[in-house]
């Protein structure tokens, strides 16, 4: 298995600000993602986080407003840009251990005002 | 496309047995998971099948049908503390992001 932390664990935003999400794998995974769940809905992918190149983003998400990075095997961040009360959500970052295992992190909570 | 199917919400007794049902129909398919979700929490990993069968694991066991595109979920001696969200969620290919259905909220009552 693998032991994910998310930093913040929840925030409070103001419209119009960005906030980076942080996701800390304890061995290195060969796939991250990042979703989005909002209130009372499943999850919905936002990214694939790829290391040393660009994201691959889902159809409605673009990277202007969700830039993701991934720096190495272990480690990934998502910000959250120019941010609106539409962007309140639970952030979840999940890494593939194997092909038949997929482990999610304890999420970030965000609310903005 | 990609549809992935099950109840809203079910209702069962402690002690009970329950089953939650997924259909889906993807453009591919490479496995079948299922999570448990508290509120306010992330969705923990309960179960993966890619091939038809049952799979036992404890009081939980997950049943797949490639050819009928569906699968179950059996909860059996229910406690209190089931009452969670049950995300059924399909894998296109490899290594590969999931396809999450809207999730079966289940209440355990007394």
């Known amino acids: 298995s693998a032991v994910i932390s998310q930093k913040p664990s929840r925030d409070i935003c103001q419209r119009g600000t960005s906030l980076t999400i942080q996701c800390q794998v304890d061995?290195?995974?060969?796939?991250m993602f990042w979703y989005r769940q909002q209130p009372g809905q499943s999850l919905t992918l936002i990214a694939t986080a790829n290391q040393g190149s660009e994201a691959t983003y889902e159809s409605g998400f673009v990277i202007d407003k969700f830039p993701i990075s991934r720096p190495n095997l272990t480690f990934s961040t998502l910000t959250v840009s120019n941010m609106s009360p539409e962007d309140s959500s639970i952030y979840l970052c999940s890494v593939s251990v194997d092909t038949d295992t997929q482990y999610f992190g304890p999420g970030t909570r965000l609310t903005v005002l | 496309g990609q549809n992935i199917d099950q109840p809203t919400e079910m209702t069962a007794t402690e002690g009970a047995i329950v089953q939650i049902n997924c259909t889906y129909q993807?453009?591919?398919?490479?496995?079948l998971f299922w999570y448990q979700q508290h509120a306010g929490e992330a969705p923990t990993f309960l179960s993966y099948n890619v091939l038809d069968g049952l799979e036992e694991k404890g009081r939980f066991s997950s049943f797949l049908s490639r050819s009928k595109g569906y699968s179950y979920l059996l909860l059996k001696e229910l406690q209190m503390k089931d009452s969670a969200s049950y995300l059924c969620a399909v894998q296109n290919s490899g290594n590969t992001p999931l396809v999450f259905g809207k999730g079966t909220r289940l209440s355990v009552i007394a």
């Open positions: 061995s290195q995974v060969t796939m």
């Open positions: 993807t453009s591919g398919f490479n496995g």
